[in-house]
Structure formats: C-alpha cells, structure tokens
C-alpha cells in the first residue's frame, strides 16, 4: 500500500519532487527546486539547499547512492537588491526529470523500489 504523499511534496513540480524527497529525507535543507524547461524558473532541473562546506558533497553522495542523474553541484553566492551578497549556498542540477511517481520519503529507497502511483 502506497504511503499518502506530503502536501508540501505534492506541491512541487512532478519532474523535480522525487529528487527533493529523497534528499530531505536524508537531512538535506533544501528551500528552492524547479524541475527545469521552458515557463519555468530555471533551465535543468534544479534543487538549491543550505549548508556548510561540506554539505553539497554530502547531497552529491546521497543523490549518486539513489541513482539520480545529477549533471552539477554548484556553489553559489546570490546579489540582493542592495548589491550585498547573499550564501553561499548550493545547487544540484539533474541530466533528466525524475519520474513522476512519489516515493515514501524513506532515505533508503532506490528509485526501482518506488511505487508507481
């Protein structure tokens, strides 16, 4: 039986959820995602999260042990309306959409073991 889908994942871009929900559920602070293409925000799918120094190369290995297609990990600063910059903070960019089926959020899936909805 399918766990039912949290309001706040089911609110986010199919393309991009899956991925968000496997790196929150592994402690991941992520705050910002787009599954990427033309009317959207960004280009390529996209997840951006805070962390210190060595919390992108932590999401990076969360993402390769479940097999998501990450194109880049990216660190980045943001210039805020008063020239001042903002972060830094990360950003992982995907090759693909994820499937548009949920996950559980159970850090230890693959993305075979997902259910299709």
């Not at 943001?78 to 972060?87: D, S």
Request: with cysteine.
């Amino acid at each position: 039986m399918l766990a039912s889908v949290p309001a706040w994942l089911d609110a986010l871009d199919p393309g991009i959820a899956r991925y968000v929900d496997v790196l929150n559920a592994s402690g991941v602070e992520t705050f910002e995602s787009c599954e990427g293409g033309d009317g959207h925000a960004f280009t390529e799918p996209t997840i951006r999260f805070y962390g210190e120094r060595g919390e992108g190369f932590r999401a990076l290995s969360i993402a390769v042990q479940h097999d998501l297609p990450v194109s880049e990990l990216r660190r980045y600063w943001q210039v805020n309306r008063a020239g001042e910059p903002e972060g830094p903070h990360w950003e992982l960019t995907f090759r693909s959409r994820g499937a548009r089926i949920p996950c559980t959020g159970d850090a230890r899936q693959s993305p075979a073991s997902c259910a299709r909805a």
